[in-house]
């Protein structure tokens, strides 16, 4: 065959198409995320490791996280690709629209979690194919009753995955409030000993701040907190110190990156309103970067166990329970990039402190492992009937 068509051969640079480095605006300074010195050279390093996680084609899909709070701004273009009209409800005003304009609070945790990736506006989410929903529960008053708190916290319990709450009883130390007695039920229904209701049995999954009451406060008095239905999230520092307003309790499982010095780089994200946020933090912002990182988990998990084919038996079925990302959260989480003082070895042999839990989120070594988790057992819970026995005192 004759020469038809002549030309010089050369290479060009292709990348695969599981993970674009994102274009958005704000990503080079979501040092939580991605911490290239931006807070300081001497930090480099101290992030959430999220983009290995995102490198291994783990972007929270199929995944759904709600939001329960004062309201999500649905229409954001950082929000509305994501979101999950199944997964809202706006328990404040009793009716389907969760977008209140005056307040920014639950609007900016949801783009901590899922918002957009590469769409060239705000920064990017952590699990940024995420199903995002919006449970207003939080009018301008902050209140609300049992049952509005109960009914948020089992919605949709079958299409929920995360309750992420950044909220709870006042941080002042001297109030002792947790959920009440439909909130209870609500949270240990959906988690039950033996037969859980959410996440169709495998135990809906609840991601709570620990508050920013600082020494002030401890968690001993905060029933939501302190609860073994919810992970406690803390908040640390650049630093590998524990935030100012952070409070040291015995039942905080994991801490995440959050910003408390002046000249520190603020959590970027969404706010209502369509606009983007360059100041956020307290451990309302490191709880939804916790909920983010468990969608991952989440998704990791569930795409090996299908893509392997496996058989959805107890130990290899593709949903992790609710004690399963409890225990992940603990075996991976990372005490190295702790610079605490409080730290002591438990009976499994990891490092734990009042003031970190069990370290700082590490998305990448979490979605690793949530690969070829082998279910935990269900929570046991025994029942022992004291015998007392009357002795007469000697004359
Ligand atoms: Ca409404
Ligand atoms: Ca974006």
Request: glycine content about 14%; charged content about 15%; aromatic content about 10%.
């Given at each position: 065959m004759p020469v038809q068509f002549a030309k010089q051969q050369y290479y060009e640079k292709r990348i695969t198409k599981s993970y674009i480095i994102p274009q958005d605006p704000l990503f080079t300074e979501q040092w939580n995320l991605l911490n290239t010195g931006q807070v300081g050279s001497e930090y480099d390093g101290h992030n959430l490791n999220i983009e290995p996680a995102w490198l291994q084609g783990i972007t929270g899909c199929n995944v759904t996280v709600s939001i329960v709070d004062d309201g999500l701004d649905y229409r954001h273009l950082d929000i509305w690709p994501n979101f999950a009209p199944s997964a809202t409800y706006d328990y404040a005003d009793?009716?389907?629209?969760?977008?209140?304009?005056?307040?920014?609070?639950?609007?900016?945790?949801?783009?901590?979690?899922?918002?957009?990736?590469?769409?060239?506006?705000?920064?990017?989410?952590?699990?940024?194919?995420?199903?995002?929903?919006?449970?207003?529960?939080?009018?301008l008053s902050g209140e609300a009753m049992d049952m509005q708190e109960a009914n948020a916290l089992s919605h949709a319990m079958d299409i929920v995955d995360i309750y992420s709450s950044s909220w709870g009883r006042s941080d002042k130390g001297t109030v002792v409030e947790g959920p009440r007695t439909m909130g209870q039920i609500a949270l240990k229904m959906e988690q039950a000993d033996y037969f859980p209701q959410g996440r169709n049995g495998k135990?809906?999954?609840?991601?709570?701040?620990?508050?920013?009451?600082?020494?002030?406060?401890?968690?001993?008095?905060?029933?939501?907190?302190?609860?073994?239905?919810?992970?406690?999230?803390?908040?640390?520092?650049?630093?590998?110190?524990?935030?100012?307003?952070?409070?040291?309790?015995?039942?905080?499982?994991?801490?995440?990156?959050?910003?408390?010095?002046?000249?520190?780089?603020?959590?970027?994200?969404?706010?209502?309103?369509?606009?983007?946020?360059?100041?956020?933090?307290?451990?309302?912002?490191?709880?939804?970067?916790?909920?983010g990182s468990i969608a991952l988990a989440l998704e990791a998990k569930y795409s090996f166990v299908v893509k392997h084919g496996l058989l959805p038996q107890l130990s290899t079925s593709p949903s992790l329970t609710w004690r399963d990302v409890q225990y992940l959260i603990a075996y991976t989480a990372n005490p190295q990039l702790t610079n605490g003082t409080d730290?002591?070895?438990?009976?499994?042999?990891?490092?734990?402190?009042?003031?970190?839990?069990?370290?700082?989120?590490?998305?990448?070594?979490?979605?690793?492992?949530?690969?070829?988790?082998?279910?935990?057992p269900p929570q046991m819970q025994d029942n022992v009937n004291t015998v007392s026995q009357s002795v007469a005192n000697p004359d």
């Open positions: 009793d009716d389907f629209d969760p977008l209140f304009y005056r307040v920014s609070h639950g609007t900016s945790c949801g783009g901590v979690v899922g918002g957009a990736h590469n769409n060239l506006f705000c920064g990017t989410g952590i699990a940024y194919e995420s199903n995002i929903g919006g449970l207003r529960l939080l009018p135990g809906s999954i609840y991601v709570w701040a620990n508050g920013n009451g600082g020494f002030l406060d401890t968690c001993a008095t905060d029933g939501f907190a302190s609860s073994i239905y919810t992970i406690s999230v803390g908040a640390i520092s650049a630093t590998g110190l524990p935030s100012f307003f952070d409070v040291e309790c015995p039942a905080k499982l994991v801490t995440a990156y959050v910003t408390d010095q002046e000249d520190d780089v603020d959590i970027r994200t969404t706010v209502t309103g369509g606009k983007c946020r360059a100041a956020f933090g307290g451990t309302s912002a490191a709880t939804p970067m916790v909920s730290t002591d070895i438990n009976g499994a042999g990891l490092a734990v402190s009042h003031q970190y839990g069990f370290g700082v989120m590490d998305a990448e070594a979490m979605v690793t492992r949530a690969r070829h988790w082998i279910h935990v």
